[in-house]
């Protein structure tokens, strides 16, 4: 098997794929992601998972298949990563008793042959009503910092959580199933 590069230094992302016992590369990509609200959330996501892997696979001297993902919260626009405790607060509350969407680009480059494959994985999350009281002893946990939408789902952010449809490993940062098919497909590798 070829050797894998994950264009991303997300814990969230690495651990995925610990699990599953890949011999894989983690390089943290530079580029500038800017997003604008008026943007497609489809295309933002696609577009910053490709220049992250493309950023990554200009750089290499071997032969690798370089992995870019972006995810994002869209919930009427883009809810980004919370600035500080105040921002976080607004940004759960907004999401209180609602539904949102986790959107996940996935940017696939084989270095060598020069093929690429570009694909994305939506999931909807609904949030359960938060009082004020429970957004609080969340955001004390500090676990928001550093996340789109202001929370993980991996940790204390489940509590938040009434249900989801669709992939929890997209909400998590990587669609494991869908990189694995796109893989399969497109790539002769596999996850698993």
């Not at 001297?61 to 919930?75: K, Q, S």
């Not at 202001?150 to 990587?174: H, P």
Request: charged fraction near 30%; include cysteine; hydrophobic fraction near 40%.
């Amino acid at each position: 098997m070829k050797k894998i590069v994950l264009a991303s230094s997300s814990p969230r992302r690495k651990e995925i794929l610990d699990r599953y016992n890949i011999d894989f590369e983690s390089i943290t990509s530079h580029i500038n992601e800017k997003v604008s609200s008026d943007e497609d959330p489809i295309q933002v996501v696609m577009s910053l998972a490709f220049q992250k892997a493309e950023d990554i696979a200009i750089k290499l001297d071997y032969d690798a298949i370089v992995i870019g993902a972006d995810t994002i919260v869209y919930m009427n626009s883009v809810l980004g990563k919370p600035k500080d405790d105040i921002d976080a607060y607004r940004i759960l509350e907004s999401l209180s008793g609602k539904e949102h969407c986790v959107i996940t680009g996935l940017a696939i480059l084989d270095i060598n042959s020069g093929k690429k494959v570009i694909d994305y994985e939506i999931t909807k999350v609904k949030f359960r009503e938060l009082p004020s009281e429970k957004i609080n002893r969340y955001i004390n946990t500090g676990e928001f910092k550093d996340k789109a939408g202001a929370y993980g789902i991996q940790g204390y952010g489940e509590i938040l959580v009434d249900w989801i449809e669709g992939s929890y490993s997209n909400v998590v940062g990587l669609p494991i199933v869908k990189l694995d098919k796109l893989l399969e497909r497109h790539f002769n590798t596999k996850i698993l």
